[in-house]
């Protein structure tokens, strides 16, 4: 994604988890609340849309950069699903943008070379799974930060029924896991269900849609083939949303952008 949220200066680094304590949720919420900055947080709070009828409607923020929450949750690389569960569960945006954080990690170290764990890599992203589909995977920075490794990278070299599952899904945000888990794939030079995704959800209603689109198969022209791209523009660009054609096409030279955006 594009957008960015404002910039403001970091106070000093809390204090860490006590050396040879477990990791807990209690604990990282205290570190978080450590660093919090209630002015950072109202501009926060407007940037990503939480007013009444918006797409963040009711969410909350305490005030911290995605730097600061990375620093944070160092200490916590090993939190258990139960002390994930209670951050994914909690109201404050930022608690679950640190849980996410952990899972990834988590997932990463699952899936090194020469130590790859199956067995850990099927259970996480079936906990990511299960947060998505009861709601706590409900911003677009916290589907972004998560679904390219845990739906994308997961589903390489497995089917991958349950992102078009979840493209077909009432929930904004569950279409935008699929769109964006695309990306995991994208980056391991597989464009094949971003461009299946991308048809099918061309009709989508949502702005933040029309960006995940574009924005896929943008990174499909730059990672992998141009060709793929003008191929699929060249089928869809009269009917897509102009938000996504605008996208999709940014990179492009000026004059073929200009004669995509014509076909409208």
């Not at 997932?107 to 130590?115: E, I, K, S, T, V």
């Not at 079936?126 to 845990?150: I, Q």
């Not at 849609?209 to 793929?228: D, N, S, T």
Request: aromatic letters at 6%; glycine letters at 8%; proline letters at 6%.
């Amino acid at each position: 994604m594009t957008d960015a949220a404002p910039a403001r200066p970091t106070r000093p680094a809390a204090s860490a988890a006590p050396r040879g304590a477990e990791p807990t949720a209690a604990g990282l919420r205290a570190a978080l609340a450590a660093r919090a900055d209630p002015e950072l947080a109202v501009g926060v709070a407007r940037f990503f849309q939480t007013g009444p009828g918006q797409y963040g409607e009711g969410d909350v923020f305490v005030g911290l950069k995605v730097p600061v929450i990375r620093q944070l949750i160092r200490p916590f690389g090993a939190l258990p699903p139960i002390e994930l569960d209670a951050l994914l569960d909690s109201a404050v945006h930022e608690h679950r943008l640190a849980a996410l954080l952990v899972l990834v990690g988590q997932f990463d170290r699952a899936g090194a070379a020469g130590g790859r764990d199956d067995t850990e890599r099927d259970r996480l992203a079936a906990f990511y799974l299960s947060a998505v589909r009861r709601g706590r995977v409900n911003n677009w920075d916290l589907v972004d930060c998560s679904a390219p490794t845990l739906v994308g990278a997961y589903l390489f070299d497995r089917p991958r029924d349950v992102m078009f599952a979840l493209a077909a899904s009432d929930s904004l945000w569950e279409r935008r896991v699929a769109m964006v888990g695309s990306l995991g794939l994208i980056m391991r030079g597989d464009a094949t269900t971003t461009l299946e995704l991308a048809a099918r959800l061309l009709g989508d209603r949502e702005s933040l849609m029309h960006k995940a689109v574009g924005w896929m198969l943008r990174e499909v022209g730059k990672r992998i083939e141009r060709a793929l791209l003008l191929g699929f523009l060249d089928e869809y660009a009269a009917r897509m949303p102009r938000t996504a054609l605008s996208y999709a096409t940014e990179h492009l030279d000026p004059a073929v952008r200009a004669a995509y955006r014509a076909r409208r």
